[in-house]
């Protein structure tokens, strides 16, 4: 079964420092992958999406970047932090062969921008 | 644009009854998702519904899907109190990818 490790688990920056949140699958080839955020206020929204390596899509406009430099590796990233970055990040998975619609989600990164 | 709309967005239950979590959504979409979330924890999976009239159950609860009134719910029969967290809905567009509602946060009390 297919697996997705997030780290950090939990990281507190300040603003203006730059961010590296990393999603990584196992168990899987060729996924589509996700990144989302849930953040008071705002509720669960999709930042990007990524069908294969190199290819990006963003959803919303906003201070962070996305890359996905292998098959099974998405990162989320930042060059400067805001205070409005705040939030449980959380990278998520299809996976067509063996979850056909179901898509899962990992253990998330909590963020603090102080 | 895409909507999805739960209600209510907090319920207290009683344990030993039934309640319903309703889910609107604005647009026609394939696959109907429900996620519950524990506080502090991500989403977990508990149904995909992908057709109209799709009724799916797993322990006390039971999920169905009707797509010409855009409308899904989430049936908890006889409620304990493990049953307490946040549920959410979502629907798909374009690539599997998911808009969800504001979630429904549910209290189960003794």
């Known amino acids: 079964s297919q697996t997705i490790h997030q780290w950090p688990a939990t990281l507190v920056q300040p603003v203006g420092s730059p961010l590296s949140l990393e999603c990584t699958v196992e168990g899987t080839s060729n996924p589509n992958l996700y990144w989302y955020r849930q953040a008071a206020g705002r509720g669960l929204q999709l930042l990007f999406y990524?069908?294969?390596?190199?290819?990006i899509s963003s959803e919303v406009p906003q201070n962070l970047s996305a890359s996905r430099p292998q098959d099974r590796q998405f990162i989320l990233s930042s060059k400067k932090l805001l205070l409005s970055d705040s939030g449980f990040y959380l990278c998520?998975?299809?996976?067509?062969?063996?979850?056909?619609?179901?898509?899962?989600f990992g253990e998330g990164s909590w963020l603090t921008v102080v | 644009e895409l909507k999805v709309e739960q209600n209510p967005l907090f319920l207290s239950m009683q344990e030993g009854k039934n309640y319903t979590i309703y889910c609107n959504y604005s647009?026609?979409?394939?696959?109907l998702y429900w996620y519950r979330q524990d506080p502090g924890k991500s989403l977990e999976s508990l149904f995909v519904l992908l057709s109209n009239g799709a009724v799916k159950q797993e322990g006390r609860l039971m999920a169905s899907l009707d797509t010409k009134a855009r409308l899904s719910t989430l049936h908890i029969t006889a409620a304990v109190h493990d049953l307490s967290a946040t549920y959410f809905c979502a629907r798909t567009f374009g690539d599997y990818k998911l808009s969800f509602g504001a979630g429904t946060t549910v209290t189960v009390r003794a």
């Open positions: 647009t026609t979409s394939d696959r």
């Open positions: 990524s069908v294969g390596i190199g290819q």
């Open positions: 998520a998975l299809r996976w067509t062969v063996s979850s056909g619609n179901t898509i899962y």
